[in-house]
């Protein structure tokens, strides 16, 4: 029997310190985020969405798809945005489905929710009670209850960098299926510890949030849950609900699912000071890189405290500012967003020298920063429309389009200048305007981990820099003034009581 579902996607990171509004526009062109031409946006690539559009289109079933929404991180999203994705979907729905499959995020904060996904699930369930509902969530998801509520399913990735965008949409439409094939029973039971941990350390790659995330992979491959996930949260949201969470979908009684979040979440408080990061000074970091000589590969400096995919302006100079400083040499840096200078570039022509005020075009008040330029001269080598299809292990296929794009070369340092923000995750940021980054002794980008999909297999040496920016891993640095309390690391020496221990 062939079934109707309505599949969608509203996807955003908000980082609550960003100064970068988030509307509509951020998401896409409106005539992008819906019907056929995001389905053939979407299919065959490693995303969120195409992973249910692959499940679709191997069942044979019909579908819908009403939201395909998707920006990089920033500021708060619009109410007036967030009403246009979710009316879309709503509406979608209370035309009559068999089942809902949604590509959310886990971390969208709204100018009057700091729940969006809960928002929209409430929603949902206000007008259809019944219809089962798959969720595919980010890691850096903040689970709340109204999110466990009002889904049926829910899964989340297992990586960081997010490798298994495609599958771990796969593993919850697959959850899905069998439900509504009266083969499976879904319960979905959830739980946290009151942990903030660090994005930089706190990746399923390696300790300690890899044998966690391996309890969870091996209950669900073993059959003991139909799905298990553990969420590292998002630490640049100054919300109540942040925390280090898991959730396991039961089939039927829930017990062996309470076990398995116990053993998780317990895990986790046990090694919480693994969670954190340790600052160092920006000079010493670009000092210890000077100092790894010359060798086959480059040394890549990731600038994770402006970084786009966390919320990041990507237009701070301080990184690059000290690395011409301290005279690094054979460089290829960016992309910073700058659309002046671009246009500036472009009206200049290919091969014109160039003097700009570069970056630091965007005040960051919540954290007490102003925009710092960085002028520089140089040559401007290369102009493109910045559009690229990814080749590498994340979110393979899709389209990055960074806009309109130019590479100014400052003699020991190549830049490359962007009008639109895109963290640099595969090499095509580069090699798409003819920079080859495999052939550099430095390559410089504003990255947290991500980079990691695409340059860690090309690096001889990584160097994490403490740059400037409203994406810091200095939790000194951010002025929380509405996360629930007692919280680790900001209260080191609470003790849990049954509270905090059954938060879910």
């Not at 008040?365 to 002028?375: E, F, V």
């Amino acid at each position: 029997m062939r079934r109707k579902f309505v599949v969608a996607m509203m996807m955003h990171e908000t980082n609550t310190f960003s100064p970068l509004p988030t509307p509509i526009e951020s998401f896409a062109r409106r005539g992008d985020i819906s019907g056929p031409r995001a389905i053939a946006a979407a299919e065959g690539t490693n995303t969120p969405l195409g992973g249910f559009l692959d499940l679709m289109r191997g069942t044979g079933d019909d579908f819908v798809v009403p939201m395909a929404a998707n920006a990089n991180p920033s500021g708060l999203v619009t109410e007036a945005a967030f009403e246009e994705m979710a009316g879309a979907i709503v509406g979608a729905v209370t035309e009559g489905c068999d089942g809902v499959m949604l590509a959310l995020h886990g971390a969208m904060v709204t100018e009057r929710t700091d729940d969006g996904e809960g928002e929209l699930l409430n929603r949902i369930r206000a007008i259809a009670p019944d219809v089962p509902i798959a969720v595919a969530l980010d890691f850096h998801t903040q689970m709340t209850e109204a999110m466990a509520r009002g889904a049926t399913i829910i899964t989340g990735y297992r990586t960081y960098p997010h490798i298994d965008m495609a599958e771990t949409s796969r593993r919850a439409g697959r959850t899905l299926k069998r439900a509504l094939a009266g083969e499976a029973d879904p319960r979905i039971v959830w739980d946290s510890r009151p942990i903030m941990s660090s994005t930089l350390v706190h990746t399923p790659s390696r300790e300690p949030m890899k044998s966690l995330m391996a309890m969870a992979t091996e209950a669900e491959e073993t059959g003991t849950v139909l799905n298990a996930s553990v969420f590292g949260g998002f630490p640049q949201a100054d919300i109540p609900h942040l925390a280090l969470s898991a959730v396991a979908v039961c089939d039927g009684r829930t017990a062996a699912g309470e076990l398995l979040l116990a053993r998780v979440l317990d895990q986790a408080w046990e090694k919480r000071e693994g969670f954190l990061f340790h600052a160092e000074p920006l000079a010493d970091q670009i000092a210890r890189a000077r100092s790894l000589g010359v060798g086959a590969g480059p040394i890549i400096l990731a600038d994770h405290g402006d970084n786009t995919a966390s919320g990041g302006t990507q237009d701070v100079m301080s990184v690059i500012e000290e690395a011409i400083a301290q005279g690094l040499a054979d460089v290829c840096a960016g992309p910073i967003c700058d659309p002046d200078c671009v246009a500036r570039m472009i009206a200049a022509g290919v091969g014109a020298e160039v003097t700009l005020d570069l970056g630091g075009k965007v005040d960051m008040p919540a954290m007490g920063l102003r925009g710092k330029p960085l002028r520089v001269t140089g040559i401007v080598k290369a102009i493109t429309d910045g559009t690229f299809t990814v080749t590498g292990p994340m979110a393979t296929g899709s389209t990055i389009r960074m806009g309109r794009t130019a590479v100014l070369d400052i003699g020991p340092m190549q830049i490359v200048v962007s009008e639109q923000r895109s963290e640099p995750f595969d090499l095509g940021c580069f090699t798409h305007c003819g920079i080859d980054p495999t052939r550099k002794r430095y390559v410089l980008i504003k990255s947290r981990q991500h980079f990691r999909a695409g340059f860690e297999p090309i690096a001889r040496h990584i160097v994490m820099c403490d740059g400037d920016g409203c994406t810091a891993s200095d939790l000194a640095l951010f002025d929380y003034r509405n996360i629930r309390r007692p919280l680790y690391p900001f209260d080191k020496d609470m003790v849990l009581g049954r509270n905090e221990q059954a938060a879910g």
